[in-house]
RNA sequence: GCGCGAUUAGCUCAGUUGGUAGAGCAACUCUUUUACACAGAGAAGGUCGCAGGUUCAAGUCCUGCAUCGCGCACCA
């Protein structure tokens, strides 16, 4: 009895994450196994399972939602290895151009006082630059710390040279095809930041708000109603409805007025996107500061005034409006109107403001020249092997977009999200892809005489030719006097080519003919794996890059997940000083712990609430684990219970001689493999964990182990072998079914009991 | 305005094709018995948001409503 235990010393205390799982980690990096090319033959010989993450924007640091990604990313890739698949997962950063910009423009001008244009274009990226750096260092230890199974030698950036390549590859292509086009437009244009955005970078606020409605002059009969009467000083028509009867004699009346110190010309037209109960039923059309209007006046051939400038200020009126910003100047219209007696009303209405996503400014409409994507414009997809378009017919970006999901050729789970994706597409308007900021690939695209263009504000919608040459390319053009368009492309112009870029795309020719690449070995890639909030602005985006591009579609199936709360259902945030960091969460209950908290309990597409006592729940499961392995390996080194000399049992997996009670208990087993793995294949990582987490606890530990303790002290050796084999199975079994939950553990675990394999890339279990 | 989701035990959530309500955590009682007190045994806890309907049978299907949350559009 007083003889030194013959099972490692390690066991006799609890099971301690923080001295595992680096060791671990590190001893899977050196196996090669999470990159396919040094995978085991089985693996090799395997079909290709691929997933390239969602690569973090280098603002900062991961958060729960980050950590969850990784885990169900990390579960997917680790199962599908373990069942022989040839697995690649591909780690990256994004630039998140505007978003990191802005974030250090913040910091500087907090510490130094100073602006972007105070350093210079190669000062600022040069801050960027470090600043990136700095962030991706600590993304990329928190990825390891999650126990990611992720090929570290294929790591790509969104911003580094292979994808500049892709961009301006992209780029080139579009533009060729018609796709790409520079237009003079009402854009979003954010005053804080000083760039356009995209529709999908605009957050509406809901605020409280003025409707004042008042006439532009004695002389004018119709009332106009809005929010914003400092823009009316542009204003080039009142419409009305066609079929609304009140206004019916005015139509095709012009009427002259100085309004608030500015000549207005103003001439009434009929337009169905007037609604006819909204305020009077009239509006006053701004083509310069409203995309409608701008719409609206292309329709009616109206002129179009600037009265904003690009730092929301008014650039025409009297002296208490010229120069003023826009909400000053708003005061000082409606003092006009009082003292005028032109106005009649003023209501108090909700209103959505549309602000930038990043910068929090207000989205300012003005007309600009910019570069977009047509979704709408027609051009030949040369291969296609998306169902339903035919290689070499006429197709549209949008049409791609629809067919990709309609045709089932890419499913997404949860699928109601399917009416989301449509509904989007629906309402999609070109896509304005050009940034005036300088963190970002530099749009490819030089010019002769640019001065003369910036300055252009044309109507046509396109650049003209002849006023000034433009070049397109993939490389510079050779000759004097060319110079590169100042802008930067929108950050998802990049991530949209993320599946490819990733995999060697644009590839060299020898890489094309040579032996299979990872392109054609991975794409399209198996799963797309991300939150919900980016549907539009990545999935979509990568589906018409893809389309376009390739022909193909970028991924078989998007998974997407919910957010990660707080445990009262809140959002995380500095502000309410609730997050949970999982940097924290894994120094404290280890990384398995974490990961499995962030699995069980929610479904894909449902947000999630997160405690820490969740965790600390798990980081129990871990050390139960740790204990059930102890007692299997003390019973089976012939330690205890024994009121004889029993010899050591080592595990036999073609052990045939069981008793009736190992069969029954076998049975159970099986049925769990069959139905755990059926539940892998369909995405159900919440049921699968949940189950496996009650048999291991409640039926391996509460009942067989229970019950083994007689077995185990009684005189039938026979009965004693049986169980004991069964021990060792089970245990064997378990330990390779949540290895993809729990890596850190079951990896420790299995490297005492099989030293000579790791578990990463054992087989996964067949009932 | 259009659409989506949620509403089940104190909390977080399961509940697959309709067949007498489940798990984890927390709380409660007992047990320090040689795998584990980061434990075990046990008991308790729900008119499944409301109102109708279909059915032999409804948490599950249908209709309407309510509350909360979200998305899209409008926002002159």
């Known amino acids: 009895m007083n003889e030194p235990s013959k099972i490692p010393a390690k066991f006799l205390k609890p099971y301690d994450p923080a001295s595992t799982e680096d060791r671990i980690y590190s001893l899977w990096e050196k196996s090669g196994f999470f990159n396919p090319d040094h995978l085991p033959e089985r693996n090799k010989q395997g079909e290709p399972f691929s997933i390239v993450l969602p690569p973090p924007n280098v603002t900062g640091t991961l958060h729960m939602g980050h950590a969850a990604m990784l885990a169900i990313e990390d579960i997917m890739i680790r199962y599908k290895r373990m069942k022989g698949y040839r697995t690649l997962w591909v780690p990256g950063t994004d630039h998140a151009a505007i978003a990191t910009q802005s974030k250090v423009e913040k910091q500087i001008e907090k510490a130094e006082g100073k602006r972007r244009h105070d350093l210079g274009r190669e000062e600022l990226l040069k801050r960027v630059n470090a600043f990136a750096q700095e962030s991706h260092d600590t993304i990329v230890n928190q ?140 509006l006053g059309v701004t083509p310069a500061h409203s995309s409608i209007d ?305 699995i069980i309990g929610t479904g894909p597409g449902n947000d999630m609430k997160l405690s820490e006592d969740k965790v600390k729940g798990y980081k129990n499961f871990s050390n139960k684990i740790w204990n059930i392995t102890r007692f299997i390996l003390s019973a089976a080194a012939g330690e205890r219970f024994g009121s004889t000399d029993v010899p050591a049992i080592t595990y036999d997996p073609a052990f045939k001689a069981w008793s009736s009670v190992e069969l029954a208990h076998i049975k159970v087993l099986n049925d769990l493999i069959a139905e755990v793995s059926k539940e892998m294949d369909e995405f159900k990582f919440y049921l699968v964990g949940e189950k496996l987490y009650h048999y291991i606890w409640h039926e391996l530990a509460d009942k067989i182990l229970e019950e083994s303790k007689s077995i185990l002290s009684g005189d039938d050796l026979q009965a004693r072998t049986s169980r004991i084999q069964f021990l060792l199975h089970s245990l064997n079994t378990s330990l390779r079914l949540i290895h993809p939950f729990m890596p850190y553990v079951t990896e420790e675990i299995w490297q005492e009991m099989e030293n000579t394999h790791l578990l990463i890339v054992e087989e996964w279990p067949r009932a």
């Open 294 to 598: 701008w719409d609206m006046a292309q329709r009616h051939n109206l002129p179009m005034k600037q009265v904003i400038d690009e730092f929301a200020r008014m650039t025409v009126g009297n002296e208490a409006i010229k120069g003023k910003k826009v909400t000053e100047a708003r005061a000082a219209v409606v003092e006009w109107l009082k003292a005028e007696g032109l106005l009649e009303k003023e209501e108090d209405i909700d209103q959505n403001v549309a602000t930038a996503e990043r910068t929090g400014g207000i989205i300012e409409p003005l007309p600009k020249l910019q570069w977009f994507v047509g979704v709408n414009t027609p051009f030949v997809l040369a291969h296609s092997t998306i169902p339903g378009i035919a290689s070499g017919s006429k197709t549209t970006l949008k049409e791609i977009m629809l067919q990709s999901v309609k045709s089932r050729a890419i499913t997404i789970i949860p699928d109601r999200f399917e009416r989301v994706y449509f509904n989007w597409i629906e309402n999609l308007r070109d896509w304005c892809i050009s940034r005036q900021i300088w963190y970002g690939h530099r749009i490819p695209v030089w010019y002769k005489e640019i001065s003369n263009l910036k300055s252009e504000i044309s109507k046509s919608g396109t650049a003209t030719a002849g006023e000034s040459e433009v070049y397109v390319g993939i490389e510079a053009p050779i000759g004097e006097g060319w110079s590169q368009d100042e802008d930067t492309l929108d950050t998802w112009f990049s991530s949209g080519l993320w599946t490819f870029s990733t995999l060697g795309w644009p590839r060299s020719a020898e890489a094309s003919q040579g032996k299979p690449d990872d392109f054609s070995l991975f794409h399209p890639t198996s799963v797309l794996e991300t939150g919900y909030d980016i549907i539009f602005f990545w999935v979509a985006r990568m589906i018409l890059m893809t389309g376009c591009l390739i022909g193909e579609v970028p991924f078989k199936t998007v998974y997407l997940h919910g957010l990660v709360r707080d445990g009262k259902g809140r959002k995380m945030s500095k502000s309410l000083d609730n997050i949970i960091d999982p940097l924290d969460m894994i120094a404290k209950y280890g990384a398995d712990a974490t990961r499995l908290s962030l």
């Open 143 to 282: 990825v390891r710390k999650m126990g990611a199974s992720i090929d570290w030698s294929r790591e790509a950036f969104t911003l580094d040279q292979h994808r500049n390549l892709a961009v301006r590859t992209a780029f080139k292509t579009m533009y060729d095809l018609g796709l790409i086009y520079r237009g003079s437009k009402v854009v979003n244009w954010d005053p804080k930041g000083q760039t356009t955005i995209s529709d999908d970078e605009i957050v509406y606020e809901t605020r409280k708000a003025k409707l004042y409605t008042f006439k532009y002059s004695k002389d004018i009969p119709i009332s106009i109603s809005t929010t914003r009467p400092e823009t009316k000083l542009g204003d080039a028509a009142i419409a009305v409805h066609p079929d609304g009867p009140r206004y019916q004699s005015y139509i095709g009346k012009e009427f002259d007025a100085v309004f608030a110190g500015e000549a207005i010309h103003v001439k009434v037209i009929a337009d169905t996107a007037v609604e006819k109960e909204f305020g009077t039923g009239a």
